[in-house]
């Protein structure tokens, strides 16, 4: 099933070894249900504590897709929508999740994934400017994805300045790390879970692409912002039956400081395949400091390439060329760095 | 953490240990996402197989609340209602998950948790009967739990029944089988997967409390009932990245038949407590052929039994007696049942 | 298209002829539209007055049914539901209406069309009491009719009494007055506007049923409970491009206290009605002071009646007697009263 | 309260006199609600007999974001959205009111309010081609308004193309008529009542802006298609309890043709105000044929201009410009035209 190089995304492995033996171990141990567990607040306090931030509330839940419909939801009013750059993951791929729960995302435009400070203060200086704005969705939000879908990373500074425009408006602030295990590990860095946890109203620490199994932790790092979110999340249906599952994939990446470290294999493989694409001539379609390889490449070579390589299709290029993606992960391996270098 | 014997619910394990050797072997394996692998691919073989239903559609969820709420939401029209029991889990302990996709739940009295096929006949009469009816809520589709909520199951006929109610009336029949494994392995039910498969619109094999870590099987006989179930799934924000996760379960679960024989243990057990429970003089609430048991106790005596089991509470029965609920699993071992009615 | 006399409902005729004439004088003046003009600022100064609540807010929406889904989604949190009779109007005859907008209606029973406040006191106790209350709809409101669907009124008291349940559990008090005017009419009642805005958190005087062409005015005596409701509103699709229509009904409703009389002739035909059906020796199926007279008739003899009088099936009393309405209304002539006694 | 000049919108004023007698007429008359009366049947029937369709379904409904919302859940399936331009009603000025209902509006650019039939084509087949479009909204109708919001028209050419393309992908057509009797009053106008009944799924007869008080009519050419509308209306809370008034409306809009008509004035008067700003050196900021009206004017005129007129800011052109729009209506007077005129 596996002879082919598999860099077509970042959730094609399981989990990292200590978790699957943790998971072995605590098998046949019976528990509360629904996250009450003990495991599950012992995931909860580590990462309240690599948060600097021991008041917050943790919950956690199973995808990504998931969290941002159930935070979305829990953090606006009905009638409010997100602001989210027009390549944000809730504009384009979770097949309307955000408007089921009845809320419209405000698609502003990105540079390289990123909304810019300027461009959301923007429209929000234009939306109260406007003498109709009572009859237009009130943005009630700010959505980031950090890293980016384009695996661009904001800067603290950034940060900062969309903390103050959320203060300015009095709206929410809500950072969706489904990546950010490649963010904390990339050395461009400048933002640490501390950070987000002081500028964020909420945000979610991702497990699924970075070494659990499954699973998203919730951030909230003022839990009076969100009354009775374990109920919210049971309405979206969200809420896991053997939470302590969870807590298990946060408690092992959690200790140690396991979490902040997991990228780094993925952020070094993905440099080293850079360099041998830069090397052999190969055109960069633009470069960032995460797990993410864009390159544009000639149809005639991907043909070659796709017999030992599954990469991802990001758009078409022009008719020769088509850009493609390489993502490595926390489990990529020197051998498959290697092999890939060799194949392109 | 252990120390107690728990028979409080029947998802306070982890899973069966082919599943966890399963996902052990294939832990770093690299596979496709979203239930597009191959080992999803076997799960759902073996399940048409085991329904006998070749043309079956197979997804595979998360969790039951998750699963009911998609499911109704995908067979119903916008402005029908679905018909449960007023004990029915959809009815109770969801949250408002399914009025959070805009339908209305209408209930009809139970009789230990089962809806009579009579009651939801008069429902539909009266409906059509009402000259206000185009200002209601159009029933659209009738919701059984089996086992029910109480552990009670339905017969061959009534499901029969049910189906030709249904038919009669132009709408469609779900079952929520959270707990289909200990309807399957009871020696009172007459009820085949196959049966499921062939009465059935639409109805989900209980994962979660049936010896999987987590996830539910939706199984659609007619598929052309649901175009598009996976983006109505993925709307839901249910749909598994890693999906080979749920594909192992299920892909053990129906190796040689495990699924059918698994419930087993759970019923001898619950068996072996009642007769204890009974010899002991203790008063049964009522009975039913599956893995929940129902008692009516002195609060005396729990105050000294719950210092070494868990149960559940179930209600009030007067100022000196509560019902409560053991149940027992797929895992429930002989010693934890002897050490049970030991200490009963 | 009038031959037959017509007691069917009390929606039947168009409105007020103040209502008719100041239309006809206004109808080519400009104004602003959304109800943003001078009458139906006029309009708000007069409900406010009557109401003795300076400062209340007052929107004027089309219809009941749209009244009450705006409100009570505007009133609840995304998940909580609306604790209800089960025969509210809300419970039975909106197609579903608050559900589509995602919340669940928690019925309870009722006594006449009345919800007793130990009932709704008891609920909550119950829900807050259940160890599983997070996994269950948090009841967030209170929903009364006044009159009832059954012509049954509420008294002071235990419009106090709902408020102090209310408060003791922090949730809201919201009554819909779709026939508000014939309780004010009704000598047995001893509630007031005033009344009304004292206990209430939102409330609506009903104009269609009361003497108004169409519309409702929503008063909500502390406009902080529901910031952005202009937003609300529109975004329910309920705000009326033309809104001076709406403020015109209201502005001659509460001209000199009309509103407070006009039912009086509704209230008068149906006393004379019960008083003669009464001396005919029908069979009243129940009393209620407002403008509905529910009674018991031979199915031989409705078949008489309805060549010459339009009534409302009620419900089927047994195989040979029918329970029917009739309804007067604030139009309803002496003629016609007499009319109808003499067709009985 | 009328002393200025009014070109601020077109539903500024009331009623065609017709209407206005016919409700005064009828004002006392008794029928029964909904819709269910004759007036309202006539008033379909003749509706049904302009847009050559005996077989249509008519409805009627108050106002146009509350049109849109119903038929667009109407049309859609729950997991679809809507195309639409980006500056579509619908997309802009609706509050939300499509998202909550679940749907995303798919935005597109626009030429001076229209969407090219090309630009719909695109989205549809990159859609479709796209290897992740089932994690993505699936397009399920297209929405155009007509006249557009910048008061341009389709012809019948672009109508064709867009049928074309729905049958093509499998999706719906509806047009958005709340301006509709502008487009048929204008001479450059090639498309006919009987042209939309030809090409669309579903389209709505505007009233509230076309010379009635308040109200649209939707066209279903093909009634099979959308299934209990009536029901879905009532969900919607957008079924009027006297419906006969919305009957009237259009009854007396559909007497004689005088819909066809209706719009003339306000064409005459549109024509009449750009000769002359024109004549006076104003600067066009993009003509169309229909009774809206955009111009830049210097800020320093429009000080003066706003003190005599109303008028609808339309955007800051530059830091000494503005676009505004003047909007006649069916109702505006030569007396009014010249006085504008006069004052520029």
């Known amino acids: 099933m596996n002879e082919k190089l598999n860099f077509g995304s970042d959730y094609t492995r399981g989990a990292h070894p200590a978790i699957m033996q943790r998971m072995l171990e605590t098998n046949m141990m019976q528990t509360a249900g629904y996250g009450l567990d003990e495991i599950s607040e012992s995931a909860r306090r580590r990462i309240r504590e690599a948060c600097g931030c021991e008041q917050a509330a943790v919950e ?61 203060e923007k429209y929000l200086a234009d939306y109260y400017n406007d003498a109709n704005h009572d009859h237009m969705v009130m943005p009630g939000m700010i959505y980031l994805s950090h890293p980016t879908e384009y695996g661009t990373l904001y800067s603290k500074a950034e940060l900062a300045a969309f903390r103050e425009i959320c203060d300015k408006y009095g709206i929410s602030l809500y950072v969706d790390g489904a990546r950010l295990a490649y963010a904390l590990a990339s050395p461009e860095s400048d933002v640490t879970l501390r950070d987000l946890a002081k500028y964020c109203d909420a945000f979610y620490i991702g497990g699924t692409k970075c070494g659990a199994l499954f ?100 758009e078409k290029y022009d008719d020769d060329h088509t850009v493609i993606r390489f993502a490595t992960d926390w489990g990529t391996t020197e051998e498959e760095t290697r092999a890939l270098i060799d194949a392109l």
Chains 1, 2, 3, 4 share one sequence.
């Open 60 to 120: 956690f839940l199973v995808g990504g897709t998931q969290t941002n419909a159930v935070m979305i939801d829990a953090l606006l009013k009905t009638y409010q929508g997100v602001l989210a750059a027009e390549t944000g993951h809730i504009s384009t791929h979770e097949a309307g999740a955000i408007e089921a729960g009845g809320h419209k995302v405000l698609t502003l435009p990105h540079r390289f994934g990123k909304l810019a400070p300027e461009s959301a």
């Open 215 to 314: 699973g998203e932790a919730v951030v909230v790092p003022d839990p009076k912002k969100i009354p009775h979110l374990f109920t919210i999340i049971k309405q979206h249906g969200a809420l896991l039956a053997k939470g302590r599952l969870l807590g298990i994939q946060f408690d092992e990446l959690f200790r140690d400081g396991l979490y902040e470290r997991i990228g780094e294999p993925a952020i070094r493989a993905a440099e080293s395949i850079k360099k041998a694409l830069r090397e052999k001539g190969y055109r960069l379609y633009f470069d960032n400091p995460t797990n993410q390889i864009f390159y544009v490449m000639e149809n005639e070579v991907l043909k070659k390439l796709e017999e030992k390589v599954e990469y991802s299709f990001w």
